[in-house]
């Protein structure tokens, strides 16, 4: 069973999340895990959705304010052991609706080329791709996308 919950970034169960989430990344990315680490800080952000499968950690993301009207998806996570089973999903569906319970109208998103499973999990879930935003303008190996809620 998949239970949802509502925290924010002081979660130990997230913290632990993001710390593997960071390895990961780190092989995927490789030389450019640096440029993108520095945009991936939590301490500042206070909405965050767990998923727990048998109340262990098995996802996270969370959301960001980005604009007056947008929110940014962040720390997006799945347990390798978990994957494929529809907790991402799950939890980018409640980080939307907490978008919305915020009122702001749309989600916008940055990740990688070299991560088609996130690529693939974001055009099935509505988000359409749009120009690299930010600091992610001119990056080659971003990609960004958006969802009006």
């Known amino acids: 069973m998949i239970k949802i ?22 092989t995927v990315d490789g030389e450019d895990h640096l440029f ?8 500042k952000i206070h909405y965050v ?18 604009g007056p009207d947008s929110m940014e998806i962040k720390r997006m996570y799945v347990v390798p052991w978990n994957r494929k089973k529809g907790i991402a999903s799950k939890v980018l569906s409640e980080l939307e609706n907490w978008t919305k319970e915020l009122l702001f109208t749309k989600c916008i998103l940055e990740t990688g080329k070299r991560q088609p499973e ?23 190996n971003s990609v960004c996308f958006e969802k009006v809620l």
């Open 49 to 66: 959705v767990m998923a727990y499968v048998n109340e262990i950690p098995a996802g996270c993301g969370a959301i960001k304010e980005y």
């Open 36 to 43: 993108y680490s520095q945009f991936n800080g939590i301490d």
């Open 5 to 26: 919950i509502r925290t924010d970034s002081e979660n130990p169960d997230f913290r632990d999340l993001v710390k593997l989430l960071d390895k990961e990344l780190a």
């Open 118 to 140: 996130a690529i693939g999990l974001y055009r099935k879930t509505g988000y359409r791709s749009i120009p690299n935003y930010g600091q992610y303008a001119g990056v080659e």
